[in-house]
């Protein structure tokens, strides 16, 4: 699955929802699952990493369907050409 197809099945799943909370009130529910990875992180079990990924991903597909922003072209415009500093993949920044 691509970004783009991502963000429209986690707005198809969640928008009518999450719009209703808002920015604010859905990217506090995004730093809590942020925080959920980084427990999972440490504790390095595989299928708890995976899942919490995947919640972290969709958390913040829903802030960008929010916010109005694809995010597929927001990062093709960022990174398409690799370092948004110095262009070289992999980065050849000092």
């Not at 991502?6 to 009518?16: G, L, P, V």
Request: aromatic letters at 8%.
């Amino acid at each position: 699955m691509k970004i783009d197809e991502f963000q429209k099945r986690i707005e198809d799943i969640y928008f009518a929802r999450d719009a209703a909370r808002g920015l604010a009130g859905t990217h506090m529910w995004f730093c809590e699952e942020v925080g959920e990875l980084t427990r999972a992180l440490r504790r390095n079990k595989r299928e708890e990493l995976e899942g919490e990924f995947a919640d972290v991903l969709a958390w913040l597909a829903t802030l960008a369907s929010i916010a109005e922003i694809d995010l597929q072209a927001a990062a093709e415009k960022k990174y398409g050409r690799g370092c948004p500093r110095c262009r070289a993949t992999p980065c050849a920044c000092p």
